[in-house]
């Protein structure tokens, strides 16, 4: 059992830093808006024994949660349709599947 306390908690007043442009300020701020609590973002680290190990986590973690907001939104999907040749292999699959449940049925008497 770890009796040391050897939790680190790093605090970033992301509403103040004059590292980020105001552009990339507002799109922190809108994509990390639950985990700030008044335009501060806290993280703790407590997987490893020692402190210094935990304070390079933190950091880390601190970068990529950063660097993930800060990524411009991927472009939006353009719409297509399914091609000729899908359309139709999608219904010859539909149909083997009606055609194998029709044999399993009692045969009729006409």
């Known amino acids: 059992m770890n009796t040391a306390d050897s939790r680190a908690e ?22 990390l808006s639950g985990r700030l609590v008044d335009g501060v973002l806290t993280i703790a680290a407590s997987e490893h024994r020692a402190q ?6 933190a950091r880390d973690r601190l970068v990529a949660l950063v ?3 800060l990524r411009p939104p991927a472009p939006p999907r353009r719409p ?8 139709e292999r999608r219904l010859k699959a539909k149909q083997r599947r ?12 006409d």
Do not use: I, M
């Open 80 to 87: 297509t349709k399914p091609s000729r040749g899908s359309k």
């Open 10 to 31: 790093l605090v970033w007043d992301a509403a103040n830093s004059t590292v980020l442009t105001p552009h990339q300020r507002e799109r922190l701020l809108d994509r």
């Open 52 to 57: 210094l190990r935990n304070r390079d986590a």
């Open 98 to 109: 009606t055609d194998v449940k029709s044999l399993r049925q009692r045969p009729r008497d």
């Open 67 to 69: 660097g993930e907001a």
